[in-house]
């Protein structure tokens, strides 16, 4: 298994995307730190692998503190002794109008989402290059390129997080460390029987996207024999933003 032994750090990994994620890891015979906001949603989740027979534990880890994301690679540290590769999945959205957001809300949006990405991408790289080097991918969103109303904190984030990554490729190559971004467009994480026929069929892809699809994007990403990608942008949507919608 090409991530045998390979350590993973995967942010916000209690449940949907980031859950998937770190299963997908483990299965595969890697050993992963669930970092985790909420303690009950990570408890259980390194649970769960680990009935499964994982290597894995959980760190209570709040991404929008920088003291949390410092302990967090030290405990990685301490406990395996390097780190090999990083998902930054933690985030949060606000749905709000302009004419409402707060700035408080937006700087907490921003802090979860993008300055968290590049204050774990540094703490993690501080680790990878002992060794080295490593992978980080980070998760962003069509988001980036098309939006909604009222998603102006969550769409800057998500644009933030793709500047962010070419820039740190760049930055962190001479370590040998690679960096790429995945943009997942409907990832359903809730309940799929819910979804309507016309859900899927707005994808050319022929479904709504499920969160192993994004953990498989992950495993390509980080996989050392995709060494020669770096600094890109993986658009994880089934074709949907490629499709031209004429409203009758």
């Known amino acids: 298994m090409p991530f045998s032994e390979k350590v993973v750090v995967v942010t916000g990994a209690g449940q949907g995307i980031g859950y998937a994620i770190a ?8 050993r992963v730190c669930i970092a985790e906001k ?29 003291k949390d994301i410092i302990r967090l690679m030290e405990e990685v540290a ?18 709000k109008s302009p004419y ?15 300055r968290s990405v590049f204050l774990c991408s540094r703490e993690a790289a501080l680790l990878m290059r002992r060794t080295g080097g490593g992978a980080i991918v980070n998760l962003s969103s069509t988001r980036a390129h098309m939006s909604e109303p009222h998603s102006e904190a969550y769409a800057a984030s998500k644009g933030g997080i793709l500047s962010l990554t070419h820039a740190l490729a760049l930055s962190l190559s001479p370590d040998r460390i690679r960096v790429n971004a995945i943009s997942p467009g409907w990832i359903e994480t809730g309940d799929e029987e819910a979804l309507r026929p016309q859900d899927h069929e707005q994808h050319p892809a ?9 953990a498989r994007a992950c495993l390509f990403l980080t996989d050392d024999e ?23």
């Open 23 to 30: 299963a997908m890891y483990t299965a595969r015979g890697a």
């Open 38 to 66: 909420n303690p009950e949603l990570g408890e259980k989740a390194a649970a769960r692998i680990a009935k499964t027979g994982g290597h894995v534990f959980f760190q209570q880890t709040d991404v929008s503190k920088p």
């Open 78 to 95: 301490e406990r395996w002794g390097h780190l090999d590769i990083l998902v930054n999945n933690a985030g949060v959205s606000r749905w």
């Open 100 to 114: 409402e957001l707060s700035v408080e809300e937006w700087d907490d949006v921003i802090h979860t989402n993008l």
């Open 206 to 214: 022929g479904r709504v996207g499920k969160p192993d699809d994004v």
């Open 226 to 248: 995709n060494d020669f990608m770096t600094g890109t942008e993986l658009v994880l949507d089934g074709g949907m933003t490629r499709k031209m919608i004429y409203q009758l």
